[in-house]
C-alpha cells in the first residue's frame, strides 16, 4: 500500500492532525518535542461520494472504500541530518513513504511550546527542507564516488549518465533546496526516482490554523507566506484546525456536516487533505457495483483495462476479454445498468483502453 508521511517540527499538530485522519487516539499529542517516536500508521478511507450514491441504486450489502496509509513521522529539529533529536529515525522513516504532508505551524497560541521559540512557517518549511537537502546531499556524494569510480574503470555508460543527472542536483541540494526543485528531463526523473532521496518526494503542505482563521485562512499572513512558497515547489496546501479536526470525528456525519456548515465550511480539512494526497501520489478509483458490494480500487493514473481488472484478481487479469463500463454520471442519470445499456452509455472496450476515474466496470473475461 502506497504511503504519505506526516512531517514536521515537534509541537505543530502532526499527532493531532494523524489522530483526526485516522480517527483513533493512539498517536501521542503532548506539549513537548519528540511525544512520537515510533511511527503511528493508520489506513485512512479515501472519501468519495459516490459510493454512497450507488449504494443506494444497488442496494448494496456493504461500502468499500479505496484507502492510503498515512504514517505519523517523529519530529524533525535542525541538525536532524547530522543525528540531532531523533533526526536518524525519522530519516529513515521517511525515506521508506511514497510522499510527504509537511504540518506547518500558522497560529499563534503562547501555551503551547514552539521549539524555534516563535511562529514563522516559511524558517520551519525551510528548516526540514535543509535537513532533508543534506541528508540527500551526502547520499549523492556517496553515488558520485561510486559512478566515478565506474567510469575510469570502464567508461560505463550508465554511471556517465548518473554523474550527469547529479551535476544538476548536488548545486541545488548545497542550497538547501530540494531536489525535485532541479532543472531535469523526464528520464532522467526517472532514473532519480529509484535513488530514493528524501526531497524528491511529492509534498503537500498541511497550513495549521486555528478555528477563528479556518473561515478564510488565506486572509492570514502566516497562510499566505505558506501559499507563496508552495508555488515555487508546484506543491499543494491544504488549509486546517487539526485541534478542530481531532473533535469532530467523534461525531456522526449529519453532526459533522451541520458543525462544518456554522462554520461556513462545506467539508472538512481532513477530507481535503485525504483525496489531495491520493491524487499526489498518482492515484485514481475505478467503481464495481452490485447488490453484494460497491467497491472503489485503486490504481495508478494511466491504467489500463487488463491491469485495472488484475487489482480484482490476477485471474481477471489473464483471462481478459472485455470491460464493459459505464460512465459514473452516465449511470446515476439512468439508474441502472440495464438502463444505461438501453440508451447506448455503456461500451466495450479493449486491452488498450486507459480507465479514467470513476469508471463504473463490468470485467469480462475467461480462464
Not at 532514473?191 to 509534498?203: A, G
Not at 441502472?336 to 455503456?346: D, F, Q, T, Y
Request: aromatic share 6%; hydrophobic share 45%; proline share 4%.
Amino acid at each position: 500500500m502506497l504511503q504519505a508521511g506526516i512531517v514536521g517540527l515537534p509541537n505543530v499538530g502532526k499527532s493531532t492532525l494523524f489522530n483526526a485522519l485516522t480517527a483513533q487516539e493512539s498517536a501521542l499529542a503532548a506539549n513537548y518535542p519528540f511525544a512520537t517516536i515510533e511511527p503511528n500508521i493508520g489506513v485512512v478511507a479515501v472519501p468519495d461520494e459516490r459510493l454512497a450514491v450507488l449504494e443506494k441504486l444497488n442496494k448494496a450489502q456493504k461500502v468499500v472504500p479505496a484507502t492510503v496509509e498515512f504514517v505519523d513521522i517523529a519530529g524533525l529539529v535542525r541538525g536532524a541530518s547530522k543525528g540531532e533529536g531523533l533526526g536518524n529515525q525519522f530519516l529513515a522513516n521517511i525515506r521508506e513513504t511514497h510522499a510527504v504532508i509537511q504540518v506547518v505551524r500558522c497560529f499563534e497560541d503562547d501555551n503551547i511550546i514552539h521549539v524555534e521559540g516563535s511562529v514563522n512557517p516559511i524558517r520551519d518549511i525551510e528548516t526540514i527542507q535543509i535537513e532533508l537537502a543534506l541528508a540527500d546531499l551526502a547520499s549523492a556524494e556517496k553515488r558520485r564516488e561510486k559512478a566515478a569510480r565506474a567510469v575510469k574503470a570502464s567508461g560505463d555508460k550508465a554511471a556517465k549518465i548518473e554523474l550527469e543527472i547529479l551535476d544538476k542536483i548536488q548545486p541545488v541540494l548545497e542550497e538547501g533546496r530540494p531536489a525535485r526543485a532541479a532543472d531535469l528531463t523526464d528520464d532522467e526523473r526517472v532514473i532519480v526516482k529509484t535513488w530514493f532521496f528524501l526531497s524528491t518526494k511529492p509534498t503537500i503542505y498541511a497550513a495549521n490554523v486555528d478555528e477563528a482563521t479556518l473561515a478564510d485562512p488565506e486572509a492570514t499572513a502566516h497562510v499566505q507566506a505558506v501559499l507563496t512558497h508552495a508555488k515555487t515547489e508546484n506543491a499543494d496546501v491544504v488549509a486546517i484546525c487539526a485541534k478542530l479536526e481531532a473533535e469532530i470525528v467523534a461525531l456522526d456525519p449529519a453532526e459533522r456536516t451541520e458543525y462544518l456548515a456554522d462554520l461556513g465550511l462545506s467539508s472538512s480539512g481532513v477530507d481535503k487533505l485525504i483525496k489531495a494526497a491520493y491524487h499526489m501520489l498518482g492515484l485514481m478509483s475505478f467503481l464495481t457495483a452490485g447488490e453484494k458490494e460497491v467497491r472503489a480500487w485503486t490504481i495508478p493514473i494511466g491504467t489500463k483495462a487488463p491491469q485495472a481488472a488484475g487489482e480484482i484478481h490476477t485471474d481477471i487479469e489473464r483471462g481478459f476479454i472485455r470491460a464493459e463500463i459505464i460512465g459514473y454520471n452516465d449511470l446515476v442519470a439512468c439508474g441502472s445498468r440495464k438502463a444505461a445499456s438501453e440508451k447506448g452509455l455503456a461500451r466495450l472496450e479493449g486491452k488498450e483502453y486507459i480507465m479514467q476515474d470513476g469508471d463504473v466496470v463490468d470485467f469480462r473475461f475467461n480462464v
